[in-house]
C-alpha cells in the first residue's frame, strides 16, 4: 500500500492557473474558486482548489491558496495542502512585469503524497510575464515561472510553469498552460491544460481539460473556475 501511495502521489500535484507573476494594485483582491473531476490511473477523484490574492502595498501581494483532492471510494489517498506568499515585482512596465515570491506552506494536494510531502515547508519562486496586443490587435500574454518546494524532512519539488492567452473575439478568452515537474522520490509530472474563459461583467467563467502529456501516469481532468476581482 505504501508503494501505491507513493507512486500515485507522484502523479496528482495540480497546476496553478493563476501562478503568474503579475501582483495586485494596492487595496485591490482577486479570488478564484476552482472545482475538478479527475481520473488518475483509473482512480475517479475530486478536486477544491481556492486562491486569493491582495495588494498590500506598491509592487508587494500578499497570496494565499487552500487545496483539497478527495478520491470516490479510496480515502486513503484523500490530501490537501495549504499556502501563503509574498510576492515583489522587481521590474514592471506597460507590457512586462518580472517578480519573485516566497513563503510558508503545510502539506499538498498530491494525493497519497510520500511522507515528508505532508508536513511544514516552504516555496520560492521567480516569473517572467509579458502582455499586449499592438503586433496582432488582440489582448494577449504569456508568461514563465520557475518554482522551488522543500518540506521539512527533505521531501522537494521543483517546477516550470508557462502560460499563454488571447482574445478569441467578444468576452471569450483561450488560455493555454502547461506544468513541467521533477522532485525527490523520483517524482515526474509533465501537464497541460487548454482553457476556455469567458470574461462577464460580475466574474469571469471557465471551462477546462487538464491531462498528463508524459511520464509514468494516465492522468485527466475538467476543471470549471469562476474568479472575480474586487
Same mark, same amino acid.
Given at each position: 500500500?505504501?508503494?501505491?501511495?507513493?507512486?500515485?502521489?507522484?502523479?496528482?500535484?495540480?497546476?496553478?492557473?493563476?501562478?503568474?507573476? #503579475?501582483?495586485q494594485?494596492?487595496?485591490? &483582491? /482577486?479570488?478564484?474558486?476552482?472545482?475538478?473531476? =479527475?481520473? +488518475?490511473?483509473?482512480?475517479?477523484?475530486?478536486?477544491?482548489?481556492? /486562491?486569493?490574492?491582495?495588494?498590500?502595498?506598491?509592487?508587494?501581494?500578499?497570496?494565499?491558496? &487552500?487545496? !483539497?483532492?478527495?478520491?470516490?471510494?479510496?480515502?486513503? *489517498?484523500?490530501?490537501?495542502? /495549504?499556502?501563503?506568499?509574498?510576492?515583489?515585482?522587481?521590474?514592471?512596465?506597460?507590457h512586462? +512585469?518580472?517578480?519573485?515570491?516566497?513563503?510558508?506552506?503545510y502539506?499538498?494536494?498530491?494525493?497519497g503524497?510520500?511522507?515528508?510531502?505532508?508536513?511544514?515547508?516552504?516555496?520560492?519562486?521567480?516569473?517572467?510575464? @509579458?502582455?499586449?496586443?499592438?503586433?496582432?490587435? !488582440?489582448?494577449?500574454? &504569456? *508568461?514563465?515561472?520557475v518554482?522551488?518546494?522543500?518540506?521539512?524532512?527533505?521531501?522537494?519539488?521543483?517546477? +516550470?510553469e508557462?502560460?499563454?492567452?488571447?482574445? @478569441?473575439?467578444?468576452?471569450l478568452?483561450? @488560455?493555454?498552460?502547461? #506544468?513541467?515537474?521533477?522532485?525527490?522520490?523520483?517524482? !515526474?509530472?509533465?501537464?497541460?491544460?487548454?482553457?476556455?474563459? #469567458?470574461?462577464?461583467?460580475?466574474? =469571469?467563467?471557465?471551462? &477546462? #481539460?487538464?491531462?498528463?502529456?508524459?511520464? !509514468?501516469?494516465? =492522468?485527466?481532468g475538467?476543471? +470549471?473556475? @469562476?474568479?472575480?476581482?474586487?
Open positions: 500500500m505504501r508503494g501505491a501511495l507513493t507512486l500515485l502521489g507522484l502523479a496528482c500535484s495540480a497546476g496553478s492557473a493563476v501562478a503568474a507573476p #503579475w501582483g494594485t494596492p487595496g485591490e &483582491a /482577486y479570488a478564484r474558486l476552482a472545482v475538478s473531476a =479527475e481520473t +488518475v490511473e483509473g482512480l475517479d477523484a475530486t478536486r477544491v482548489d481556492f /486562491y486569493g490574492k491582495y495588494g498590500i502595498a506598491p509592487k508587494w501581494t500578499a497570496t494565499a491558496k &487552500a487545496e !483539497r483532492i478527495q478520491f470516490n471510494g479510496n480515502s486513503d *489517498f484523500n490530501a490537501e495542502g /495549504y499556502r501563503a506568499t509574498i510576492r515583489r515585482e522587481l521590474l514592471k512596465t506597460d512586462l +512585469v518580472i517578480a519573485i515570491e516566497g513563503g510558508a506552506l502539506g499538498g494536494a498530491f494525493g503524497a510520500p511522507d515528508g510531502c505532508d508536513e511544514l515547508g516552504g516555496e520560492a519562486r521567480i516569473g517572467a510575464g @509579458v502582455s499586449g496586443g499592438w503586433k496582432t490587435g !488582440r489582448n494577449w500574454f &504569456a *508568461f514563465a515561472d518554482a522551488a518546494r522543500e518540506y521539512e524532512s527533505g521531501c522537494a519539488r521543483q517546477r +516550470v508557462l502560460g499563454y492567452g488571447s482574445k @478569441v473575439a467578444g468576452r478568452h483561450v @488560455v493555454t498552460q502547461v #506544468w513541467l515537474e521533477r522532485g525527490s522520490d523520483d517524482a !515526474r509530472s509533465d501537464k497541460i491544460e487548454n482553457a476556455l474563459v #469567458w470574461k462577464a461583467d460580475i466574474a =469571469e467563467f471557465s471551462l &477546462a #481539460w487538464r491531462e498528463e502529456i508524459s511520464g !509514468r501516469f494516465d =492522468e485527466t475538467i476543471v +470549471v473556475a @469562476v474568479s472575480r476581482h474586487f
